[in-house]
């Protein structure tokens, strides 16, 4: 069975703080996919990196970036110098491999920005 | 820029009653999904559809769900008797590959409350 843990529930920080969100999976497959997912509070859900499991890599993108840890099975995102668009819930999500995609969610961080 | 849409944003209905939700899929997308999202909660697979047929569902789409892709556009999901706990957040996304290796865009969603 799959399962994604966000232990953070809440998280305030004040504006050009950095912030990382935790998220740590189980998995049995040996291949897997790993995602992330900004919900903003219209509501809309946004896609924001898949990674496979087979590339540790961590991964930049701007101000956001990824670090994966097969070691630890944990996907944690950091948002470096946050800001007050950034307030939001993120996801974190898991798939599995062998052709069936019915991924896993987290309950979500909610990240909150202060000016 | 392409993007998925749905309708209605928000569908008020009585317990009993049948409820369509409707997706526009992007256009050259071909794996479609359902989502749904009960308030303050994770996010939950309902379904994926490719191939005029259904891939895989979880154990949430009961026999009280159907999809359908009616057109070559849009993309439904039926509950035929609502229950007070279908009230939730509906997310239909799109693919154009397997979402294991494509991005996957999620429409803006569509509110279902249900009386």
């Known amino acids: 069975a799959q399962k994604v843990t966000q232990a953070q529930t809440e998280i305030s920080v004040v504006e050009k703080e950095d912030v990382t969100l935790d998220c740590v999976y189980e998995?049995?497959?040996?291949?897997?996919?790993l995602f992330w997912y900004k919900q903003p509070p219209s509501g809309e859900l946004v896609f924001l990196i898949r990674r496979n499991s087979f590339d540790e890599q961590n991964e930049i993108s701007g101000r956001y970036s990824w670090n994966f840890q097969k070691s630890t099975s944990s996907f944690n995102f950091t948002i470096t110098a946050s800001q007050v668009v950034d307030s939001a819930v993120y996801f974190c999500?898991?798939?599995?491999?062998?052709?069936?995609?019915?991924?896993?969610f987290g309950r979500g961080t909610s990240l909150i920005v202060h000016p | 820029e392409p993007e998925v849409t749905q309708t209605p944003s928000h569908q008020v209905t009585q317990m009993g009653q049948e409820v369509i939700l409707r997706c526009v899929p992007i256009s050259n997308h071909l794996y479609f999904y359902w989502y749904r999202q009960i308030l303050g909660q994770k996010v939950e697979f309902l379904v994926s559809f490719y191939n005029n047929e259904i891939s895989e569902k979880s154990e949430i789409f009961d026999d009280q769900f159907s999809v359908e892709r009616p057109d070559g556009s849009n993309f439904t999901l039926k509950i035929r008797s609502t229950k007070l706990e279908d009230s939730a957040m509906y997310f239909c996304?799109?693919?154009?590959?397997?979402?294991?290796?494509?991005?996957?865009?999620f429409g803006p969603g569509t509110r279902l409350t249900v009386l």
């Open positions: 998995t049995r497959d040996t291949t897997y996919y």
């Open positions: 999500a898991l798939s599995g491999s062998g052709g069936s995609y019915i991924p896993t």
């Open positions: 996304a799109s693919t154009v590959g397997l979402a294991d290796y494509n991005e996957q865009f």
